[in-house]
């Protein structure tokens, strides 16, 4: 690795803490954890998010979509985004909205994990998924897209078998 590779890596990990520790400051400094859990919150307020929907909905939509692409990156969980696109925009809306916005992050995670943890992932992993390289010499997209629809993996490790397996964005 060169020295330019190294300093690219360094200021673009560096840009993702950063930006990482500004999101959860802006995140906690307006919203408390317990009002997030808080069934009453939710319900108070649900009236007032359908009104802004129904006033701004393709607003709300990107927002939202920008939203799901940048939490799957940094936090890569997917079950709040499932519930709250259910909630706010439906089932089928919510659904086109937040699949394509969990798949662009998802695919952007792939890329910032294959640059930078390349050579820890394949250490930490090789050992648990070493059943699954040969099948995934053969057929990498039918085993992978298997193990995306049965589940039992976590989304985030998913997202990263990939690099284990060489597979291409």
Do not use: C, H
Not at 43 to 63: G, P, Q, R, V, W
């Amino acid at each position: 690795m060169n020295i330019n590779s190294f300093n690219l890596k360094i200021i673009v990990g560096m840009t993702y803490i950063v930006i990482f520790s500004i999101g959860l400051y802006f995140l906690f400094s307006f919203v408390d954890i317990k009002d997030l859990t808080n069934y009453n919150f939710i319900k108070s307020n649900k009236d007032i998010i359908f009104k802004y929907k129904n006033e701004n909905f393709y607003i709300l939509a990107f927002i939202f979509f920008i939203f799901s692409i940048i939490w799957i990156l940094f936090l890569g969980f997917v079950l709040p985004l499932l519930i709250f696109s259910g909630f706010i925009f439906g089932k089928w809306w919510g659904t086109i909205i937040v699949v394509t916005g969990i798949a662009i992050g998802a695919t952007l995670l792939y890329i910032l994990a294959n640059f930078f943890l390349r050579n820890f992932i394949k250490e930490k992993l090789v050992k648990k998924f070493y059943k699954f390289k040969e099948l995934f010499i053969k057929n990498d997209i039918f085993y992978y897209m298997i193990l995306r629809f049965i589940g039992g993996i976590p989304f985030t490790l998913q997202s990263l078998l990939p690099i284990l397996f060489d597979m291409r964005i």
